[in-house]
């Protein structure tokens, strides 16, 4: 049987402080301070409209340097292999991330951010609005994680998604 194929267009590029993966925050709480910018093509800009009205943004991205997947791999917080799906691990059969980040300053087609976790150069598929009514959850469940709760600004990517 084969595989649907879907396409996707990016629609801009994230710029942050991260050149390499290896040492670069895992996640938006990891990366307190760390701002960025997200420059989106022009032909997307009038999309911007009102964003600045929102002090959060969720950038949607593709991992574009994650190798191919492992549908068990040892996140970054656990020793443990978990499967890919009950973790944020960037090698994934479809290379989707995204980060919830504070929204500074929109400028023409410019979004300057911060709490930036993501590789320079990364490609942005998607730009949403945060918004708490509509993302924030009640009775939440963080399974194996649980373990890792207040560790989470301790820790650093190293190479084992980078082979």
């Known amino acids: 049987m084969a595989k649907d194929e879907i396409i996707f267009q990016t629609i801009g590029m994230i710029h942050s402080p991260h050149q390499e993966l290896t040492g670069m925050p895992i996640q938006p709480a990891s990366a307190a301070g760390v701002k960025g910018t997200v420059v989106v093509d022009p032909a997307f800009e009038e999309g911007l409209k009102d964003l600045d009205g929102f002090s959060h943004v969720i950038l949607v991205y593709y991992f574009h340097q994650a190798?191919?997947?492992?549908?068990?791999?040892?996140?970054?917080?656990?020793?443990?292999?978990?499967?890919?799906?009950?973790?944020?691990?960037?090698?994934?059969?479809?290379?989707?991330?995204?980060?919830?980040?504070?929204?500074?300053?929109?400028?023409?087609?410019?979004?300057?951010?911060?709490?930036?976790?993501?590789l320079d150069g990364t490609p942005l598929l998607d730009i949403k609005p945060y918004v708490p009514d509509f993302d924030k959850q009640e009775g939440v469940r963080i399974g194996w994680l649980e373990q890792s709760r207040g560790e989470i600004d301790k820790k650093m990517s190293d190479n084992r998604f980078i082979d």
């Open 67 to 118: 190798k191919l997947a492992d549908l068990l791999v040892k996140p970054f917080l656990d020793d443990e292999k978990h499967g890919v799906f009950a973790t944020r691990a960037p090698r994934r059969p479809n290379g989707i991330g995204i980060s919830v980040v504070k929204l500074l300053v929109v400028e023409g087609n410019m979004l300057r951010v911060e709490n930036l976790d993501v």
